[in-house]
């Protein structure tokens, strides 16, 4: 599949222990907010990580374009918006930003995540219900 899917929205609060010593969001925090929107995406169409996990299948960050753009602030009341530009067989690419209520970006991110074996920590096949369920989603 290539092409873009139906964009999925996160909200996200941004909280002190998110911030540095001048109440900006530490860079490194735009990564588990990141993070945290691809998850739910996956709950959203029914995949769970802990079953994943039983079977030995694990999804890794092979790849990561970011781009700060402005920063966030305590308090701020921000959305993960999360597409999928691609999807093949063992990998997949999200398109992620982090808006403020305006829309505005504040972080871009492009990630590249593979799916693998745990135990062997090679490339696997995404399993068919995933795909089926990710090319289906209007999240």
């Known amino acids: 599949m290539s092409g873009c899917s139906e964009p999925f929205k996160w909200p996200v609060t941004v909280y002190y222990e998110d911030t540095d010593a001048g109440g900006v969001v530490y860079h490194s925090n735009y990564l588990k ?40 602030r305590l308090d701020d009341q921000l959305q993960v918006i999360t597409t999928i530009s691609e999807l093949k067989r063992a990998s997949l690419i999200f398109c992620q930003e982090i808006v403020n209520p305006d829309g505005q970006a504040l972080c871009k991110a492009m990630v590249k995540v593979a799916c693998i074996d745990n135990q062997k920590m090679k490339p696997k096949a995404m399993p068919t219900f995933i795909r089926a369920e990710l090319t289906n989603s209007d999240s």
């Open 33 to 72: 907010f990141f993070e945290r929107a691809r998850t739910e995406l996956l709950r959203s169409v029914g995949v769970s990580q802990n079953i994943l996990l039983e079977q030995n299948i694990g999804f890794v960050v092979r790849h990561m374009d970011i781009d700060f753009v402005q920063g966030a």
